[in-house]
């Protein structure tokens, strides 16, 4: 059996299909835990018209989607838990692409399958996988940081499984982190052990509308201080077999928050993120970019922003 942990808030538009994708699955062998986390739509009572026995509705005070699933987890009556997010939903054969993995490599310290991207218009297209091509379906992944560097991320939350002693002996989800606490979970996991992963992209991520001319209101500012970055730190100094993709991956989520804060016109924490990338990875061609768009103006700069923003989803 496997427990199915689902965080709800303010999901309403989009809990039915995700429950359904559920319900859906080829393998019966579930039960799914949604835990509402102090919604304030119909969400709740959209979930609460099931009813499956295998289907449970829990409630807590908003306390964070960190919260959310920790509670899943701590109240799943199974050893395996897979998570899936209120907006996103599962092809049939999620679970029993699951099943099959974690009985290939029983002693793995995370289980995650490839995913698809749906976009606004409901189009979907798999990620790139590195070991995309070598004719197995299921992999150990060694080294998840090196992974990560080489394409897009592997690995999302609504395509992962773990076992529960694991899960809770790395703290689960860091509660009080806004953005990154899933990079925070998968990281000590990672750290732990291997990632076992299937190439079968049976789970499927639904990208948040942003509304055109909106973007700037619609980004999330990078939380301080950087949490993320503390605990990439931390696992670098106590992994040495994976110290060096470590301080890479760092280098490239000090990156990702420089970019944010340039869109924010933030130019002195652009250029502190900036500083930090380059003293964890050797400088690249795009932070060369960034420096020379810090000495912009605002308005040309955008303008920039959203043309290398264009020619990376023509990509």
């Known amino acids: 059996m496997i427990s199915v942990v689902i965080p709800l808030y303010n999901k309403a538009e989009a809990i ?10 080829t393998d019966p062998d579930w039960e799914l835990v949604v835990v509402d986390d102090g919604s304030r739509d119909d969400g709740p009572q959209i979930v609460s018209r099931y009813t499956d026995p295998r289907i449970r509705l829990e409630r807590q005070a908003n306390a964070g989607v960190s919260a959310a699933r920790n509670r899943g987890a701590e ?19 999620h679970i029993a692409n699951l099943r099959q993995l974690i009985q290939r490599f029983p002693d793995a310290a995370l289980y995650a399958t490839a995913y698809n991207v749906v976009n606004e218009s409901g189009q979907s ?15 150990l992944m060694a080294d998840y940081f090196a992974d990560i560097m080489e394409v ?30 899933d990079i925070i979970c998968w990281s000590r996991l990672a750290c732990a052990g291997p990632l076992a992963y299937a190439k079968q992209a049976t789970a499927f991520y639904v990208l948040p509308p942003v509304s ?7 980004l999330r500012r990078p939380q301080k201080p950087d949490r993320v970055a503390a605990e990439l730190e931390k696992l670098h100094d ?25 869109e924010l016109n933030e130019r002195a924490d652009c250029l502190y993120e900036l500083r930090q990338a380059t ?7 795009r932070d060369a970019v960034s420096f020379v768009m810090l000495a912009l103006p605002n308005l040309p700069r955008q303008r920039l922003l959203a043309r290398l923003r264009a020619a990376k989803g023509r990509a």
């Open 279 to 285: 003293a964890c990875s050797p400088m690249k061609l």
């Open 212 to 218: 055109v001319g909106k973007r700037s209101s619609a």
């Open 125 to 139: 297209r798999k990620i790139r996988v590195r070991h995309d091509g070598d004719g197995q379906d299921y992999i």
């Open 152 to 181: 897009e991320h592997p690995v999302h939350s609504s395509a992962v499984a773990v076992r529960k002693p694991v899960f809770k002996r790395v703290g689960g989800f860091p509660v009080g982190v806004k953005a990154g606490e």
């Open 75 to 93: 109240l799943a009556r199974h050893e395996l838990v897979a998570f899936l997010d209120a907006d996103d939903y599962w092809d049939p054969g």
């Open 16 to 25: 039915a299909r995700t429950v359904e994708s559920v319900l859906a699955q």
């Open 238 to 262: 106590t992994t040495p077999r994976l110290a060096r993709s470590l301080k890479r991956f760092l280098g490239e989520w000090h990156r990702i928050r420089a970019m944010l804060f340039l």
